[in-house]
């Protein structure tokens, strides 16, 4: 019955697990299969654990309490019947000293006679103590030898010759010491017996607590063992949780308890959980999205009415229009035209799916290349600009044109806000996660205020005068970087902002997407 149990155990779990790792299994489905396992398990719950543990301890503490008791009743009998034996032999030895006057003086018969008789006496009086100790076929061995004495004693008090009562006188005398060795032997072997058995008793309550100890201590391992993994197990699912994995819990034992109505409460929590994070995730990227429309909508609008407005004009007014102005409008279309397509071409880089070569890279070098091409913005406006570079550095992840153009947008974003003869420091240096190379890029300018923090990552999202920018170049760079397996991050206060690039070194396997993020 076992063995067919934990195959059809077995099964269960084997069929959950597929379930589990189905793709194509529907998530309600999934959870409802891990439910339907935790709870379809036999019962065996911690109190039912408590329970036998101490009705374990109580048997194990009333077996020798009840041997005790019938040990102590059995000692209890035995010094009964020594005490009867004690009497017993008294009687025995004063009707052997009367036998003897009677043999040496011809007095006290009678004597020896009454105190046979009193032995007797005992004998019937303690019959079932003597027989429970002694046993049947002994008492009545100590009877037959009493009445075969007494027999003796009127045989050697009738009238006879010499012959016949010499010979009774010795058959008593043998007969007497007979019946004493009888007497002394069982009384001997039942002293020895009772010691025994209190010795013995006197021995088993160590042996008991000993007994009890270990018992004490294999129920509180079973107990420690079975609550502390299961509560690692739960602060392991939590942890989890908290990474974001909402996989459901299933079954990790044969039978469920208390912790499974808590797991079965972690897959609720679970549950929600995910719905409501899809919830978010989908209302957020509805906010994003109206977000882009209209940045894309406000940004396009500008130059197509300036389009319209000067088509228009020279459409109208065309004869009159003299040739210099009719250039001058035309620039104006293509200008207005070029600034459209510059716009469309920076969301397309932001949204759109391209590959990405990676490959061992240093940044000392990208980033030297990448100030050589600002070089005449940094002297225009004469900013004073300090790189940091250090010695040994490892090599990182990435796509050379990608981090080129990352660090471009970087610092003409700083160049755009320095006045001039600004200070802009560029650093490189590892960084305080391991596995990761950092590039600092940060400036003395007036820095972004805390409220604006979290929002410079957004699409047409800037700080910059109107015309001077179109919001999509740090959402751009930090899509690049993210795709990388790397982050930007952004820190600000009254002495300037600084923009800090994470990359993953070369020595340490990444998992970066090709995707556009």
Known sequence: MNTAASEQDRGQQAGLRAALASEDAPR???????DRALAARPAFGIRTTLLVAFALCFLLSLAPTLWSMHTLSGVQDRIRFLEVADDYLVEIQQA???????????TNLEDALEHTHRAQQLVEANQDTMQKVAGVATVATMRGHLREYERLLHTIALPGGTAERARSEAELRQH??????????????????????????????????????????LVANFLTRRLIRTLSR?????????????????????????????????????????RRQQVLVESHKLRALGTLVAGVAHEINNPLNNIMLTAGVLKEEFPSIPDDEKLEMVDELIGQTERSRKIVRNLLDFARESETKLEALDLRTIVRE?????????????????????????????????????FMNLVINAVDVLPEKGELTITVHDAKEDGYVAVDVADNGPGIPE????????????????????????????GIVTRLGGTLQVSSSDHGATFTVLLPVTSIPSEVSTRAA
């Open 234 to 274: 739960f602060t392991e699912y939590a942890g989890r949780i908290g990474r974001g994995d909402f996989t459901p819990i299933t079954p990790a034992r044969p039978y469920r308890d208390e912790f499974t109505q808590l797991a079965l409460a972690f897959n609720h929590m679970i549950h929600e959980l995910d």
């Open 28 to 34: 309600a489905a999934v959870e409802n299969a891990a």
């Open 96 to 106: 052997r000293r009367f036998e003897k006057n009677y043999l040496l003086y011809g």
């Open 176 to 217: 007497g010491g007979v019946m004493m060795d009888f007497a002394l032997s069982y009384v001997r072997k039942e002293r020895a017996t009772a010691s025994a058995m209190l010795s013995l008793v006197k021995k088993v309550p160590f042996v008991f607590l000993g007994l009890l100890l270990v018992a004490i201590v």
């Open 451 to 478: 409220h604006l923090l979290a929002r410079v990552f957004d699409p047409f999202f800037t700080t910059k005068p109107k015309g001077k920018g179109t919001g999509l170049g740090l959402s751009v760079s930090k």
């Open 370 to 406: 990448t100030v050589r091409l600002v070089g005449n913005q940094l002297k225009v406006k004469k900013i004073h600009l300090n790189t940091v570079f250090p010695e040994q550095l490892p090599p990182v992840h990435g796509d050379a044109q990608l981090l080129s153009e990352v």
